[in-house]
């Protein structure tokens, strides 16, 4: 009873998407990706109740490509030595249906976090350095996964708009900005 409760409401586990009840399968390419970016997208397809499979048995798929990961000094103490980082990860995704058809056009995605750096902690600066490249790992497989339900949000929408006769064009607000 609780978790129908819960359900009803909107609510769900970290991590989880709600994705259309009858995506039962999605591919995702990685080119020139990690094996732990890949990991990522294989975990939320599992939680989401995904099968991932190959791209000629999907419905959709997901490319993702151009991973960038660099770490780049923020401030320098008065010794010389780094004081803060500034990690960046960054992908390159694009989704498109079985038949072909573009949902999404290859587009980038970025994220970056700052931390602090401690001569006198390096170790665990550096787990937390690590444990910082897994969250943003992590979120950007789940803007990926939200723009992709987005899209096909989009898509049935516009599929639904397309099927009925008296479809009117979207109206759209002119702003005039004054000289």
Same mark, same amino acid.
């Given at each position: 009873?609780l978790?129908?409760?819960?359900n009803?409401?909107?609510?769900? %586990?970290?991590?989880?998407?709600?994705?259309?009840?009858? %995506?039962?399968?999605?591919?995702v390419?990685?080119?020139?990706?990690?094996?732990?970016?890949?990991?990522?997208?294989?975990?939320?397809?599992?939680?989401?109740?995904?099968?991932?499979?190959?791209?000629?048995?999907?419905?959709?798929?997901?490319?993702?490509?151009?991973?960038?990961?660099?770490?780049?000094?923020?401030?320098?103490?008065?010794?010389?030595?780094a004081?803060?980082?500034? %990690?960046?990860?960054?992908?390159?995704?694009?989704?498109?249906?079985?038949?072909?058809?573009?949902?999404?056009?290859?587009?980038?995605?970025?994220?970056?976090?700052?931390?602090?750096?401690?001569?006198q902690?390096?170790?665990?600066?550096?787990?937390?350095e690590?444990?910082?490249?897994?969250t943003?790992?992590r979120?950007?497989?789940?803007?990926v996964?939200?723009?992709f339900?987005?899209?096909?949000?989009?898509?049935s929408?516009?599929?639904?708009?397309?099927?009925?006769?008296?479809?009117?064009?979207?109206?759209?607000?002119?702003?005039?900005?004054?000289?």
């Amino acid at each position: 009873m609780l978790a129908f409760i819960l359900n009803a409401c909107g609510w769900h %586990l970290r991590g989880s998407i709600a994705l259309p009840s009858d %995506l039962r399968n999605l591919s995702v390419i990685n080119n020139g990706v990690s094996s732990a970016l890949d990991a990522e997208f294989s975990k939320a397809l599992k939680q989401n109740n995904i099968e991932r499979v190959s791209p000629t048995e999907a419905s959709y798929t997901i490319t993702v490509s151009d991973e960038y990961d660099n770490r780049r000094t923020l401030s320098v103490g008065t010794s010389g030595l780094a004081t803060q980082y500034e %990690l960046t990860l960054e992908i390159t995704y694009g989704i498109t249906k079985a038949d072909g058809t573009i949902l999404v056009e290859p587009e980038p995605l970025r994220m970056n976090r700052n931390y602090d750096f401690d001569q006198q902690n390096i170790a665990g600066k550096a787990q937390e350095e690590q444990l910082l490249r897994e969250t943003m790992r992590r979120e950007l497989v789940q803007q990926v996964m939200r723009r992709f339900r987005y899209a096909l949000l989009g898509s049935s929408t516009q599929s639904s708009e397309s099927s009925s006769p008296n479809t009117q064009p979207p109206q759209t607000e002119s702003l005039d900005t004054p000289n």
